[in-house]
């Protein structure tokens, strides 16, 4: 079978599956997260020799060890993603959640509810304990969901791809409802990007040369972010022990994610007494600052920071510090070169605070606290399929409810329409 | 200048308004749409005057009467703009609503505000009032907008951006918040939906052939429909009473509009006693229909329906007609020829009425009522810009809350992530 049949016979097989999944209810949704969580752990052997074919590949290919321990499902990743399942189960449906219901003039109730968006293209890199992930939050919204995942780990995501088929079965749902592009073909991507009637969304999650290569070549909606260019700005009235320890926390917590600090904004007035104390809090962490001029001459050890480091995401031990002369110019250059991401306010000043707040576009703007909390999790939202940095649909970290929309409902009792 | 240069420079000038009024408050907006009610009604000679310029193009050219019409606008048609301004101005502002804040175990507090899209761009035919309608939506929702309206109306739509844009100066407001495309030229539609960066979605208005045209070309998310192919289910367990005023209301009231009813289900147990009466009512108002066999069969005056009639939108006195065996095909026809609009079921057993609400995967589902509810200021929202019936963002009318989004807000003390 071609590449092209086999991609169009997946998506009309997902969107059946995603019919019937409408109105599935919650118990059989989480019967089938728990018999997976049980078949993975039963499965484990197997699994791990599905997982040995794609390490050795990787070994032989040259992968650096980072991304070999990505790409490891050894028995505490196998155990993690049991975990990551019964969270799932005990999160709230969001699917038949009644979001608002009115009263009009002539008597009809009006409401409107959540329902699934429908059927979900998920392309993702490498970890193939993402599948399991992207599949359960996708199934408990009630979605179907196609899943692409890495060259690297296609060995890995077919065997969890059968158990996932054979807990769906078991729990009584329909098997299409979770499916693993069996392929390492790129051209596959490019078909299902094209297969607006039968997909409804795409959701990208990688480096950002696979999202900018989904988000040309989609003729779906795609909900995603390109990087995160995250600012800290300590304001003159900054608590400075407080900027200290939220600062620190942001850049060298976990460099590597797309919440990390990159650029540290810091107001006149303070950085002479600032600066150099964090300066050389965070070099001791190996941190390598690229300064403006203002900064270069006071602190030792400043490179001075190009036009290219201001819009850069490091995601590495690297950051570029500004001193600025008031609270406008942190905001212009949030503006200029910030990713609408996450930005941070360290402050004790109630009207800076407000300010902040409200004219920072960012998907998540915080008073006083680290920007490594722009996170479903850490939000509250009890787990997280992506960030999306668009203004569509969800901006900022997606959970179970940002998997649905809603839909209106009216009770009537004869009006008519004059 | 070039249309490309021209486009850039608007979408460039929207983005900067677009971040002003992100801060703007909802009586500086109020004040904005009042000016302009007022200076409506001052300026209506001028407005006659632009409009008369292309009533007489639109003659000369032979369009229809209906067309004309719509066309206009006399005294009349400007004192409905400005009472709608009024409208607008007695809603609820969505911008810094928040939508919910929680607590977390860390103390920090986190809420979701609302907050405008950014810039629309607003693609639409003949009708001037809408160039007025949409601006006071996309100006009270927070969002800056560019409008592209039919190349039959440019003298009054130019006209009406002169007076918008003279009241957005006198009431403090950027005056780029509303600038309306001055060009004929189709070039400018295809250069606006390939603007990613400056404009953030792209709302169609007008038929089938311009929506197809707009999401085809698009880089930009489109909110939209194509048609409403909705249908009326009359129930076995029908108030055969309350169902002949619902599906004549529903066919005849306004058959011109995507919310009218384009095909007629009917469970064969009543189809005896309902359909012959049912049909000499409509056949008495005019309407053609088209049956399946059955309905042939019992009712006199029926064409038979081909295939390419059920998934049609009439849009005119025209009806299709089906005789049902159960629920289950009323249910399977409408997944099958439903454009995801509207759909009605009449019935007086609680669960029928039920399962036609959670199946039914339409933006309104309704129960003993018409169907031409499915509209934004029917159902409460105050207003509508438009039905969208794609899942995305918001399934169903959308009124000012659905030209927002939301951002997080989070309000620390010092929290970092461990």
Same mark, same amino acid.
């Given at each position: ?12 097989d997902?969107?059946?599956?995603a ?5 599935i ?13 049980e ?5 484990k052997?197997?699994i791990?020799?599905?997982?040995? +074919?794609?390490? !050795?590949? /990787? ?6 060890? #980072?991304? $070999?321990?990505?790409?490891? =499902?050894? *028995?505490n ?43 979900i ?5 490498s970890r ?19 899943? +692409?995942g890495? !060259?690297? /780990? ?6 969890? #791809?059968? $158990?996932?088929?054979?807990? =769906?079965? *078991?729990?009584?749902?329909p098997?299409k ?20 009637e ?13 999202i ?8 779906i ?13 300590v304001d003159?009235?900054?608590?400075l ?9 942001a850049?060298?917590?976990r460099?590597?994610?797309c ?5 540290l ?10 600066l150099?104390k964090?300066?050389?809090q965070l070099?001791?962490?190996?941190v390598e600052l ?6 270069v001459?006071?602190v ?13 995401e ?7 510090v500004k001193?600025?002369?008031d609270?406008d ?6 503006e ?7 930005e ?20 998540a ?5 680290s920007?490594r909390?722009?996170?479903?999790n850490q ?5 997280e ?9 969800a ?16 009770f ?7």
């Amino acid at each position: 079978m071609s590449v092209e049949k086999m991609i169009k016979e997946i998506a009309k097989d997902a969107r059946e599956a995603a019919c019937k999944l409408r109105s599935i209810d919650t118990q059989k949704k989480n019967s089938a997260l728990e018999i997976l969580a049980e078949k993975l752990l039963q499965e484990k052997d197997r699994i791990a020799k599905e997982n040995a +074919k794609d390490l !050795s590949t /990787a070994e032989k290919k040259g992968l650096s060890p #980072a991304m $070999i321990d990505r790409l490891t =499902l050894d *028995e505490n990743a196998i155990q993690s993603m049991a975990r990551g399942l019964g969270e799932i189960v005990s999160l709230p449906d969001p699917v038949g959640k009644t979001t608002g219901m009115w009263k009009r003039p002539n008597g009809m109730e009006v409401g409107r509810v959540r329902i699934p968006l429908g059927v979900i293209g998920f392309i993702y890199e490498s970890r193939p304990n993402v599948t399991v992930d992207a599949a359960s939050l996708c199934l408990k919204s009630g979605n179907s969901v196609i899943l +692409k995942g890495g !060259s690297e /780990a296609i060995n890995s995501n077919m065997a969890l #791809a059968g $158990i996932i088929n054979s807990a =769906l079965h *078991e729990a009584g749902l329909p098997g299409k409802a979770v499916q693993v592009i069996p392929t390492t073909d790129r051209e596959a991507v490019t078909i299902l990007l094209s297969l607006g009637e039968d997909v409804d969304i795409i959701i990208p999650r990688g480096g950002e040369g696979l999202i900018r290569f989904v988000t040309e070549n989609s003729q779906i909606p795609v909900l995603k972010h390109y990087k995160g260019v995250c600012h800290v700005y300590v304001d003159e009235f900054a608590d400075l022990e407080m900027a200290y320890t939220i600062c620190f926390n942001a850049k060298v917590q976990r460099p590597g994610v797309c919440n990390a600090m990159e650029t540290l904004l810091v107001h006149r007035s303070v950085a002479g007494e600032f600066l150099p104390k964090m300066a050389e809090q965070l070099q001791k962490a190996g941190v390598e600052l690229r300064g403006c001029s203002e900064t270069v001459s006071r602190v030792s050890g400043v490179k001075a920071a190009e036009e290219s480091d201001w819009p850069a995401e490091f995601l590495d031990l690297v950051l570029a510090v500004k001193v600025v002369s008031d609270m406008d110019e942190a905001l212009v250059h949030i503006e200029k070169y910030g990713s609408n991401h996450t930005e941070a306010i360290v402050t004790r000043d109630y009207n800076r605070a407000r300010r902040f707040i409200a004219e920072v576009d960012s998907s998540a703007v915080i008073v006083n606290a680290s920007t490594r909390f722009n996170d479903g999790n850490q939000l509250g939202l009890g787990a997280e399929i992506g960030i999306n940095t668009s203004k569509l649909h969800a901006f900022g970290p997606m959970g179970l409810e940002e998997l649905t929309t809603t839909k209106f409902v009216v009770f009537g009792n004869g009006q008519l329409r004059s």
